[in-house]
């Protein structure tokens, strides 16, 4: 007797147990958290971004261009495994394209346009144009590549985004449009009753029943 109720104490505790742990892993899966921070963070990172770009605009052909200080040998070196989109023509028109498109990609990254996306491109071309000349590198820029990498995995656009208004006006017209189509549509006519009751129509008033 006794070791049937200790049993079923256990039976109870275990399946208290499961429970708590349901609970606790729908509370933390189930719902988004930090969506503010999230979109900071997103602006920060593309900022940061920018600013690589930017910084040195005017000195890119020297820092990353084919024939700039980091020779063209040690880039494309067989030991240099690193992926570079800036390596696949030695042309200044393809490091010129490459570079100006990874400008409008950070842009709208901090933007957060089709966040999505756009965060997996700025992380390409980012890395490519770190890796065209790893002689300015430091510590941060490992660091924001590495971030860029779980930001991909994040809703980094729920606000303080572009996305985030075009869903809103979205949301807007969609309720905009099912409320004028419950005000415009017709009121329910009252069909005929299989009984001894007529029914006269009225013009542009629907049916008007009544009974003999």
Partial sequence: ???SISGTGAGALILDAKIRIYSWLEYFSGRRYGLIGAALARVVLGGVGLYFYLRDYFDRSFLWGPEGVWPWRNFTAPENE????????????WFELVFHVGVIVALLFTLGWKTR????????????????????????DNVTAIVLVFFIFIDSSACLSLDARIKRRKEVSSEGISMRKRILSPAPCRPPCCNSSSVHRLPSFGYVQSSR
Avoid: C, E
């Fill in 82 to 93: 690193a992926f570079s989109l800036y390596s696949v023509a030695k042309t200044d028109a």
């Fill in 1 to 3: 007797m006794n070791s």
């Fill in 117 to 140: 996306i756009t965060t997996a491109l700025h992380y390409v071309f980012l890395w490519s144009l770190q890796q065209r000349n790893p002689l300015i590198l430091d510590g941060g």
